[in-house]
């Protein structure tokens, strides 16, 4: 059974054209985490919900928000997508405990901008 | 250590094989390290972990050696099979501010294994 659901697993959009990404979980973990991954690259964490505290990378630009309406769903929104934006976008959540926590990740939204 | 460079490492092995993957980490106060295996078109998958109170761990198959002394830390392959053939990545998860747990990962450059039948 699928625990961390990201749509679409493909998205075009234009340049400029503001885009969403969605990304909900069935484990209700109280931490989402968005992360983009380049082509042959790593992936980049840009920012985390610990609940309802957003927590924003430094270097994320400003053009990537987020929404975490409720504890399943967070969202991803790209205002003005540039040609560099175009990556596979990688949601992933994991509980707060003691310890390490396992990160579960989603298959990804590969984001194409044309 | 931070992903830098736009081409990964790769490691081509026949299968039955045996595969070792290399990274390198910077943070000498780093204290516990992650192996994740991604296969095309999807997310990262938790392997293995260690502690920096450890040498070494072993799992099914695999094995994460650490280095403490280089900052170093492998992970080993034992009789790749093709469903091995993946990227794979070390991780330095973050405390968190509290010291008690761990989430934000920072993942290490990454390994494109490839295994030949």
């Known amino acids: 059974d699928a625990m961390v659901i990201q749509n679409p697993r493909y998205q075009v959009t234009q340049f400029g054209k503001p885009v969403t990404l969605s990304c909900s979980q069935t484990l209700n973990h109280n931490v989402m985490y968005w992360y983009q991954q380049k082509s042959s690259q790593a992936p980049k964490l840009l920012f985390h919900?610990?609940?309802?505290?957003?927590?924003n990378e430094a270097d994320t630009p400003d053009n990537f928000q987020s929404r975490r309406p409720n504890t399943s769903f967070c969202f991803l929104d790209i205002r003005s997508p540039g040609l560099g934006d175009a990556a596979m976008y990688l949601c992933a959540t994991s509980s707060l405990s003691v310890g390490y926590n396992e990160q579960f990740f989603g298959p990804g939204t590969r984001l194409t901008v044309l | 250590g931070e992903s830098v460079g736009l081409h990964l490492p790769t490691l081509s092995v026949q299968e039955g094989d045996n595969s070792i993957i290399n990274c390198a980490y910077s943070?000498?106060?780093?204290?516990?390290f992650i192996w994740y295996k991604q296969e095309s078109g999807k997310g990262p998958q938790f392997i293995i972990d260690i502690r920096s109170n450890m040498d070494k761990r072993q799992g099914q198959r695999v094995t994460v050696l650490l280095n403490k002394t280089v900052k170093h830390l492998s992970l080993q392959i034992a009789a790749t099979q093709p469903g091995d053939s993946a990227v794979y990545f070390c991780?330095?998860?973050?405390?968190?501010?509290?010291?008690?747990?761990?989430?934000?990962?920072?993942f290490g450059q990454g390994t494109i294994l490839t295994v030949h039948p």
């Open positions: 943070n000498s106060a780093s204290d516990y």
């Open positions: 991780a330095d998860p973050v405390p968190n501010a509290g010291g008690t747990s761990y989430g934000k990962l920072t």
């Open positions: 919900y610990y609940d309802k505290d957003f927590n």
